[in-house]
């Protein structure tokens, strides 16, 4: 089974604070990491090729330096592959652009049974880009899996289970297919020193291509959607106290709670 | 002189007159629902604004009546929205973030731009047409402010944060049907399966947190604090004290020696808030404390205080939510 994860690197929340009243944001330090949701999507896809026979992991990101690392770091973990479409201006590119990014790059890579991401993106709005391909592609596609696994009866079939109202359900779904991995959802594997060492000393780790080279012209990769600027919500301000009999507390008390 | 003459004199195709209107995709049930209505209400808004139509797409004509009540001037019936929609030359097409996935769907056939989970700013640029709206990232830090500017613009809403709809039960709507087949479901459902999620961050994604302390009292609240967490849909945490009292596990402590949080709603039972557990929850976007001490710190870091004994809230709050 040919495994794509589509990694996406963002700025680390810990490398900058959001100032509500003077409406900005602080940059203290230029640090990157993986999306949460796309590390476990990366072990789900490491799980599964290694309870197959033959499976095969690559890993796929766009965008600048950043992306890069993030592809380093699959490496380490153990993909087999990894392809870096390498452009600064895909890194706040909208979701229908990565779609199509994506597409030509599982071109690229020779196809994929399956495509792995994370169900949710911190910084943009991406969660979009799975159900966007799997329409593309027309496959099918699940939306924020707990556990992927062969089925066990019949080939080229997978099992998901997915968190429902008072518990999990599985369904299972024709490969080729496009699956969102629920955040924490599994514990990611730390990469042994060694692995890192030789993912970064290996000249030939990673592929790198333009998004030229994948066929992609300005036109193909015109945004749908502006980035107009950031918003803040308003100061949250503390300490406001329900006042009145314990049956009037008790009363707004669950007003609140039930919006 | 018919609208063909008019259109060829005047330059313009007036005829595609109805490619401004406002479509609101709710399948199911979804137009009887609070999230339903509360995006049929802002599609409403929107239309009177641009002086344009709303229609709702729905899979059950059941729910015709209170969509035209919410605001819908036409209901559609049909099994396959995606296709439906796709065929009816839409401009702005709105849905609940629940359906975030078929949303996509639509995106992807009409070669669209779409806006996830939109909490605040939503309007339509009045020289552009582009839909205008902000969606929080990193988890509510800051919100990105966008605009969809293709020919057909797409945009789910955060139905939490919007006013709740009223319905006019005396507005008038027509209702149409189609035939079109019901899509081909792409996964087979194989039903309930016994699975437990890993347990090494069980707080991490929980949106309620109902967290319970030493100011609880007595052990017999714990179950109590259990159901009204299971009432909320949420999990039961602690803060150190609870721990110690045996009242929950480690995973389950909250603390800048347990676990930090940053639930949408995080309700403080008896926690009299140190600083270890007070910089643990200052990612939680709403915090209601419960605590008989006027002088608890916990006081300090919440949106909403009770000065009161829990042992007693404790009862009538499940008492009043049913």
Redesign the interface.
């Known amino acids: 089974m040919n495994i794509v994860v589509l990694l996406r690197a963002l700025r680390d929340p810990a490398s900058f604070s959001v100032n509500r009243r003077a409406q900005k944001i602080f940059v203290h330090r230029d640090l990157h990491r993986l999306n949460p949701a796309d590390h476990n999507a990366l072990e789900a896809a490491l799980a599964l090729a290694g309870a197959s026979a033959g499976g095969s992991v690559a890993a796929l990101a766009c965008g600048g330096e950043p992306a890069g690392e993030a592809l380093y770091q699959a490496r380490a973990m153990g993909a087999g592959r990894a392809l870096w479409v390498k452009d600064e201006a895909l890194q706040p590119a909208d979701g229908a652009v990565v779609t199509r990014v994506v597409q030509q790059a599982l071109a690229r890579l020779g196809g994929a049974d399956l495509v792995l991401l994370g169900a949710d993106v911190l910084d943009a709005d991406l969660a979009q880009v799975g159900p966007r391909l799997a329409a593309a592609q027309g496959w099918p596609f699940v939306e924020a899996g707990y556990r992927v696994r062969a089925a066990p009866a019949s080939q080229g079939r997978l099992q998901v289970v997915l968190a429902k109202p008072g518990g999990y359900q599985a369904v299972e779904i024709g490969l080729p297919a496009v699956v969102s991995i629920a955040v924490d959802s599994n514990k990611p594997r730390y990469p042994s020193a060694p692995s890192i060492m030789r993912a970064y000393a290996d000249l030939q780790a990673l592929d790198v291509v333009s998004p030229a080279e994948l066929g992609l012209d300005q036109a193909a990769l015109a945004a749908r959607v502006d980035r107009l600027g950031e918003s803040f919500p308003p100061e949250r301000t503390f300490g406001e106290r329900l006042e009145g009999t314990l049956g009037d507390v008790v009363a707004q008390l669950a007003a609140r709670l039930q919006r | 002189m018919d609208l063909a003459d008019l259109s060829a004199l005047l330059g313009e195709d007036l005829a595609a007159e109805t490619f401004s209107d406002i479509w609101v995709v709710l399948p199911g049930h979804e137009a009887a629902t609070p999230a339903g209505a509360a995006v049929l209400a802002e599609a409403r808004r929107l239309a009177d604004a641009l002086g344009c139509y709303v229609h709702a797409v729905l899979s059950d004509d059941a729910a015709a009546p209170a969509a035209v009540a919410f605001g819908a001037d036409r209901a559609h019936i049909t099994a396959d929205a995606v296709e439906y929609v796709s065929g009816q030359n839409p401009e702005f097409v709105l849905l609940p973030a629940g359906l975030?996935?078929?949303?996509?769907?639509l995106?992807?056939?009409l070669?669209?731009?779409?806006?996830?989970?939109v909490t605040?700013?939503l309007d339509v640029d009045p020289d552009t047409r582009?839909l205008?709206g902000?969606?929080?990232?990193?988890?509510?830090?800051?919100?990105?402010?966008?605009?969809?500017?293709?020919p057909v613009k797409i945009a789910t809403l955060d139905t939490?944060t919007l006013p709740a709809a009223y319905a006019d039960p005396g507005r008038t709507g027509e209702t149409l049907i189609s035939d079109l087949p019901a899509p081909e479901p792409?996964?087979?459902?194989?039903?309930?399966?016994?699975?437990h999620?890993?347990a090494?961050?069980p707080l991490?994604?929980g949106r309620v947190i109902v967290s319970i302390g030493r100011g609880l009292g007595e052990a017999a609240g714990v179950a109590q604090a259990q159901a009204l967490a299971s009432r909320?849909?949420g999990e039961l945490a602690g803060d150190r004290s609870a721990r110690d009292s045996g009242w929950i596990d480690e995973a389950h402590e909250v603390g800048v020696t347990g676990q930090e949080v940053a639930p949408d709603?995080y309700?403080a039972l008896g926690i009299l808030g140190d600083t270890i557990h007070n910089a643990a929850i200052t990612g939680a976007r709403r915090v209601?404390a419960?605590h008989a001490n006027p002088a608890a710190p916990i006081?300090?870091?919440?949106?909403?205080?009770?000065?009161?004994e829990p042992s007693?809230?404790l009862p009538?709050?499940l008492a009043?939510?049913g």
């Open positions: 975030n996935a078929l949303a996509a769907r995106a992807q056939r070669d669209s731009g779409l806006i996830t989970a605040a700013g582009a205008r902000s969606r929080p990232v990193y988890g509510g830090d800051y919100l990105l402010d966008l605009a969809v500017t293709s939490a792409h996964a087979r459902d194989l039903g309930r399966v016994d699975y999620p890993p090494w961050r991490s994604k909320l849909g709603l309700l209601i419960v006081f300090q870091a919440a949106d909403v205080c009770v000065v009161a007693a809230v009538a709050l009043a939510l």
